[in-house]
């Protein structure tokens, strides 16, 4: 699921609030927020969608949960 083109995904900017970058509805936010368990099989619990404004938050999120996989589990 693409919800955004080329040229707005270039314009986005990491450290600004996503919501105020994009119109991105309810289940849209979702399923952005779920988009990481099926590609890098990392779980983001429901609680912690609230600190997750930015792509910087995004991000720095997933390589804290990457890194702190046992051994030996798949990306």
Do not use: C, W
């Amino acid at each position: 699921m693409n919800l955004l083109g080329r040229r707005e995904i270039a314009q986005l900017r990491a450290n600004r609030p996503l919501r105020n970058q994009v119109d991105l509805d309810s289940i849209d936010r979702l399923n952005f927020l779920l988009g990481p368990h099926g590609r890098l099989n990392v779980d983001i619990p429901e609680s912690d969608y609230g600190r997750l404004a930015t792509l910087d938050d995004v991000i720095a999120y997933l390589i804290k949960k990457r890194n702190a996989a046992p051994a030996g589990t798949p990306p």
